[in-house]
């Protein structure tokens, strides 16, 4: 079956840009994710889908935990450093600092808002599984509008 407007319709659900990171003990992990939904209130779960096989993926599968950093507007070319693991030390995610929380998360630098989670679960279907995540933590450093996929000239999905 084909579905020709399928990639321009789908391209059309508004989509943040969200930076989320992960440590499993040895190392840390980030990457750009753009499927990312508060499912619920109480408890307060969000779920988000994350590519398999990535680095991300391993790391936060692991790990059970991670963090989900929420950008301003104009903080496009900090997402852009984390669209493809590169580089990584105990302080420094693709030249990006970062300190671990009390819960172990890497928590990049200059970032305004921040939430800690715990995988609940996770749903093994398609090239994106989904984690269902617990929020265990919250930071706010400025209150801003976050940046979405309009803000930028990139698309994913579709």
């Not at 929380?101 to 090239?127: K, Q, W, Y």
């Not at 933590?137 to 996929?149: K, Q």
């Not at 930028?152 to 999905?157: D, S, V």
Request: hydrophobic residues 40%; positive net charge; glycine residues 6%.
């Amino acid at each position: 079956m084909t579905l020709p407007h399928r990639k321009t319709i789908l391209r059309k659900i508004p989509n943040g840009l969200f930076i989320v990171t992960a440590w499993d003990g040895t190392k840390p992990a980030s990457a750009v994710i753009s499927f990312l939904s508060q499912t619920s209130k109480d408890p307060p779960f969000v779920t988000m889908a994350i590519k398999t096989g990535t680095e991300l993926y391993k790391i936060a599968r692991k790990a059970g935990k991670m963090a989900i950093h929420l950008l301003r507007k104009d903080q496009s070319d900090i997402a852009a450093l984390h669209f493809k693991l590169k580089n990584r030390n105990s302080r420094f995610i693709n030249g990006h600092e970062f300190l671990l929380s009390t819960a172990g998360n890497p928590i990049l630098s200059d970032i305004p808002m921040v939430l800690e989670v715990e995988v609940h679960r996770i749903i093994e279907e398609g090239d994106h599984h989904i984690f269902i995540c617990l929020v265990k933590n919250s930071i706010l450093n400025e209150d801003v509008d976050i940046l979405t996929m309009n803000d930028t000239n990139w698309n994913y999905g579709g």
